[in-house]
């Protein structure tokens, strides 16, 4: 019913900067609260950042400052810019929201993920 892509990740120098994008396509009346999630290997997935639909943010302490997320309501779109990256940022990315359809049902969904390596 519905579909969240993500895009974005890749290798990256310690102290680079990349980009994530989550787009969400499907059935969808509106998108409550979206988030960026991370696991890396050996632990558990953590929040890194999320956002309502206001604009609203929150971030996990290890990101503040250095990561900005986003939201393009009317594209459903939602973005991480990552700066200043270091090595323990080394994870798969994955993208969440909570989205209410077009029957009326709300449900939480998640993409597939994006690897992020910071490595020299």
């Known amino acids: 019913q519905v579909q969240l892509v993500e895009s974005g990740g890749g290798l990256v120098q310690p102290g680079g900067s990349l980009r994530l994008s989550c787009a969400a396509s499907g059935s969808i009346f509106s998108i409550k609260a979206m988030g960026w999630y991370r696991q890396a290997p050996g632990k558990q997935r953590e929040l890194v950042a999320a956002?309502?639909?206001?604009?609203?943010?929150n971030y996990a302490d290890s990101v503040k400052g250095r990561f900005t997320i986003s939201r393009d309501n009317a594209k459903n779109t939602m973005y991480l810019r990552m700066n200043s990256l270091k090595p323990e940022d080394t994870a798969v990315y994955y993208c969440?929201?909570?989205?209410?359809?077009?029957?009326?049902?709300?449900?939480?969904?998640w993409g597939q993920g994006t690897q992020v390596t910071v490595s020299s």
């Open positions: 969440n929201a909570d989205v209410a359809l077009t029957t009326g049902w709300g449900f939480d969904y």
């Open positions: 956002i309502t639909s206001g604009g609203i943010t």
